[in-house]
């Protein structure tokens, strides 16, 4: 089979598994921590760095740090991973759908707008629904698949109506706006490393901010909050949710050749883009301010999605179809979703992503232009 998008373990991560292993420090304390948090910091350019058991604990970490909590509503795009939308519902919070843009699939920037002007007040410089009178706390955006909208513009957005930006950047670690890095732009940024991400720990995540208040308190929160050094003595609610040192140690490892995965994934887009556009195939549209990692590379083949996955499964090429949009899963159907034509849905019936691991034999990409040019060909 030709897998989806599997890790790329070809570095120094035995070696530095194998100092944990043989040192004894395997658990949530230890030097590869601080290492790859540091290794994070230099490469994002963001301040502080605090590394977390996974990316959804990351974003609720990130978001009990901006105070959200029942009585508040969080912004999202319809168009996301579930995790992002489950990190909301474990303060409380309810989300409110905003639908994707049709070119780059990120939240519709216009549509926010829109929102924001006529469906929200200001009291006392916070951001009110006007329906439901409940606070708008925060805004995530989702750099959907490694690409990123204008970030700026939905940051200016945020500030003009009071609500912190929390960036789930979980899939667009290398992805730049205007050469400032994806994570960055928010008061807080996540990433995630898991098995299918650009670089992965196994299991992993990170916060990023630059605020030393902020990243001191995450990483209180994400060890139990313990505020004695010695003493079991703890002084709010806490959780365990930071990366131990053996998938630390692998982090580092996989840092070192994050720049030449970013290239890979390049390649393969640039390959793929070359060889499909001329079924009528699409891709997310991107625009000079941005550099993607191209972490996930998906198309849009329009009416041949149902069709097109049964035909690359046959010939053992993993497909996988677009998330579900948020809306329409039974725990969300109630919550408000803001949009015109329903993108989210457009997308969802079209779009799949192809194998595009950064250890991908160039033989397993010309087999699966060879399993395309045949389904259109046989349809022509
Ligand atoms: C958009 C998005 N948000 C959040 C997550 C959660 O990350 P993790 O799987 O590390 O918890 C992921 C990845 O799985 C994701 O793709």
Redesign the pocket.
């Known amino acids: 089979m030709i897998p989806l998008s599997v890790p790329n373990i070809s570095g120094n991560e035995w070696k530095y598994v194998k100092e944990c292993l043989d040192t004894n420090w395997v658990s949530s304390v230890g030097k590869y921590v601080d290492l790859f948090e540091q290794k994070i910091t230099e490469y994002t350019g963001a301040k502080y760095a605090v590394a977390t058991s ?6 609720h970490v990130s978001l009990l740090l901006s105070d959200v909590n029942e009585n508040h509503l969080v912004i999202v795009p319809n168009i ?2 579930i ?2 939308v489950n ?1 909301i519902r474990y303060t409380g919070a309810s989300p409110i759908f905003i639908d994707v843009c049709p070119k780059t699939w990120q939240m519709d920037l216009d549509l926010l707008e829109d929102y924001l002007k006529n469906k929200t007040r200001q009291v006392d410089g916070v951001c009110l629904c006007r329906e439901t009178n409940k606070p708008i706390k925060a805004i995530m955006p ?1 750099h ?1 698949l490694g690409n990123m909208g204008d970030i700026e513009k939905l940051c200016e957005l945020a500030k003009k109506y009071n609500i912190t930006v929390i960036e ?1 950047s ?2 667009a670690l290398g992805s730049r706006f205007k050469k400032k890095h994806a994570g960055t732009f928010g008061k807080l940024g ?1 990433f ?3 098995g ?2 650009i670089l992965t720990t196994g ?3 990170m916060i990023v901010t630059d605020d030393k208040a902020l990243a001191t308190k995450a990483k209180h929160i994400t060890t139990q909050a313990k505020s004695d050094s010695f003493e079991y003595i703890h002084d709010e609610v806490g959780y365990n949710y930071r990366l131990v040192n053996i998938l630390a140690a692998i982090g580092v490892a996989q840092m070192e050749m994050l720049p030449s995965f970013i290239d890979k994934k390049h390649e393969v887009a640039e390959f793929y883009k070359d060889k499909l556009t001329k079924f009528g195939i699409q891709f997310p549209e991107t625009t000079k301010e941005m550099f993607q990692n191209n972490w996930l590379i998906t198309i849009n083949v329009g009416e041949h999605k149902v069709k097109l996955i049964e035909h690359l499964t046959k010939l053992n090429i993993q497909v996988r179809p677009l998330w579900k949009p948020m809306n329409q899963l039974s725990m969300f159907k109630q919550c408000n979703y803001v949009n015109n034509d329903n993108i989210s849905q457009a997308l969802y019936e079209s779009c799949i992503s192809l194998p595009c691991s950064t250890n991908i034999k160039k033989t397993d990409l010309q087999d699966i232009i060879v399993a395309f040019e045949q389904y259109y060909n046989k349809r022509l």
Do not use: P
């Open positions: 996974n990316g959804t604990a990351a974003l996301t991973f995790a992002s990190s989702v959907v789930d979980t899939e996540c995630s490393f898991n299918n991400k299991g992993g995540g």
